[in-house]
C-alpha cells in the first residue's frame, strides 16, 4: 500500500515537472510547421520585437490647416454648449428634492 503511493506521488511529481520543463518551450512549439498552423492564421512577423522609431516624423498632413474664421466659429459654439449645460446644471441642482 505504502510503495503504490510512493510510487503514484514519484508519478506525478515527474509529471508536473515535465509540464513545467515544456511549458517553457511553448513559443518554439508553437512556430513550428508541424503542429498543423491553420491555415487562415495570419504569418507571424519576421522581427516580433521591432521597436517604434524615436526620430522618425509624420508625414504632412494633405488636407489645409483649419482657417482662422471657421476656427472662432467652433470655439463661440463650444463655448455656447459649456455655458448652456453649466446653466442647466445649476437649475437642475437647485430645485429641490422630491420628498420620499
Known amino acids: 500500500m505504502l510503495s503504490h503511493r510512493l510510487r ?3 508519478v506525478l511529481g515527474v509529471l508536473s515537472l515535465s509540464g513545467v520543463a515544456l511549458s517553457g518551450c511553448s513559443t518554439s512549439i508553437a512556430d513550428n510547421p508541424l503542429l ?3 491555415a487562415d492564421a ?3 512577423p519576421k522581427d516580433p520585437g521591432g521597436y517604434i522609431p524615436v526620430n522618425a516624423l509624420p508625414p504632412d498632413r494633405d488636407e489645409a490647416v ?3 474664421a471657421t476656427r472662432a ?3 463661440k459654439d463650444l463655448i455656447a ?3 448652456r449645460q453649466a446653466t442647466a446644471t445649476a437649475t437642475q441642482n ?3 428634492a422630491p420628498p420620499k
Open 8 to 10: 503514484n506521488a514519484v
Open 36 to 38: 498543423g498552423t491553420p
Open 42 to 44: 495570419p504569418e507571424q
Open 66 to 68: 483649419m482657417d482662422p
Open 73 to 75: 466659429k467652433i470655439q
Open 81 to 83: 454648449a459649456r455655458d
Open 94 to 96: 437647485a430645485q429641490p
